[in-house]
């Protein structure tokens, strides 16, 4: 099983990102999917998930007004779209694939991560 993180790059704080995560060897429609991120010094946070049903989970009421978790079936593909990006959003993103929502240990399988940069 290998997942694929991928979209992460420099952008001005108000802009816009789209991250991707490209699954093999696992329907990722089967499980939940989720992205974490994690800050220099800074542990690794719950960032979104969705369920295989469809329901979407964000870390808090901020997010989840700026970011959109997506997922393509077909493409077996997972996305987090990234709207109003802030400085304090800066972090290298992973997207993961288990049985968890919030929790990092609830996922079995991770991406390599992706660096995305806000700069003020």
């Known amino acids: 099983v290998q997942l694929q993180a991928s979209g992460g790059g420099l952008v001005q704080a108000g802009g816009s990102l789209r991250l991707s995560c490209a699954a093999s060897?696992?329907?990722?429609?089967?499980?939940?999917m989720g992205w974490f991120r994690q800050a220099p010094g800074k542990e690794r946070e719950f960032v979104a998930a969705i369920a295989p049903n469809g329901d979407t989970y964000y870390k808090d009421d901020s997010l989840k007004g700026r970011f959109t978790i997506s997922r393509d079936s077909v493409q077996n593909m997972g996305f987090l779209q990234m709207n109003r990006l802030k400085p304090e959003d800066t972090a290298v993103y992973y997207c993961a694939s288990g049985n968890g929502v919030y929790q990092a240990l609830g996922y079995l399988y991770w991406g390599q991560g992706t660096l995305v940069t806000v700069s003020s």
């Open positions: 060897g696992r329907t990722l429609w089967r499980y939940f």
